[in-house]
């Protein structure tokens, strides 16, 4: 999917929890940009982007 994205950017993210998730994001190219306190109780989101 990121693959045929448009934008300049594109941003995904993830449980803090799923550890897992987030290697793959990185082995892909994507950066941590940020987090969210709030959506799932004691589990930030983490945000990833990946930018051309």
């Not at 994507?30 to 990946?50: I, Q």
Request: hydrophobic share 35%; with cysteine; aromatic share 4%.
């Amino acid at each position: 999917m990121a693959a045929s994205c448009t934008s300049p950017k594109l941003l995904t993210s993830t449980n803090v929890s799923d550890q897992p998730m987030q290697r793959l994001l990185l082995r892909a190219g994507w950066s941590p940009v940020g987090l969210l306190h709030g959506l799932d109780e004691g589990d930030p989101e983490l945000f990833h982007l990946r930018g051309r």
